[in-house]
């Protein structure tokens, strides 16, 4: 059984806090020495207490669904010996009252536009049949209630 950590980091650094006026910027790291720079999500917490520089939540929610997939896909072409030449996701969550009533992201939309090399092009059925499996073989996707949807994009 595998375990994986982040470590999130927060500082008042001399703000009030009782008032609910302070910065909710913060830090990630992650057990290979990255750090990211994170906060809530402008659209939950206004500026100036939220960074749009930084990453929220619900954009690592997302990212870390495309990822996941995309991970899964570009192992599962090998397997099928496609070659992918380039692999391009624009994904979107959305968030809304769940069936309880409690905000929650309830879609994520993956957009994958892949682009293959070589002469053996896959159809449009296979590469579908590809993106299936991956949503189906992604721990993060098999690890949420939200709906994860697949909407690939082809370069015509």
């Not at 006026?21 to 906060?39: C, M, N, P, Q």
């Not at 570009?74 to 905000?103: C, F, I, P």
């Not at 098999?142 to 015509?156: I, L, Y």
Request: aromatic share 10%; glycine share 4%; hydrophobic share 40%.
């Amino acid at each position: 059984m595998a375990s994986y950590t982040a470590t999130v980091a927060w500082q008042r650094d001399g703000q009030t806090f009782t008032d609910n006026r302070y910065s909710r910027a913060h830090v990630w790291r992650f057990d290979g020495g990255v750090e990211v720079l994170a906060s809530s999500s402008p659209h939950v917490v206004p500026l100036p207490y939220s960074s749009e520089a930084a990453i929220d939540p619900e954009e690592a929610f997302v990212a870390s669904l495309s990822s996941c997939h995309m991970l899964w896909f570009l192992s599962l072409a090998v397997e099928q010996g496609w070659t992918v030449d380039s692999y391009h996701d624009e994904a979107v969550g959305k968030m809304a009252r769940n069936a309880e009533k409690k905000l929650a992201m309830t879609e994520v939309v993956l957009r994958p536009l892949v682009v293959f090399g070589g002469e053996h092009q896959p159809s449009r059925e296979q590469v579908d049949s590809l993106h299936h499996a991956a949503h189906e073989a992604c721990f993060i996707a098999n690890s949420v209630k939200t709906e994860v949807r697949r909407e690939p994009r082809f370069a015509d």
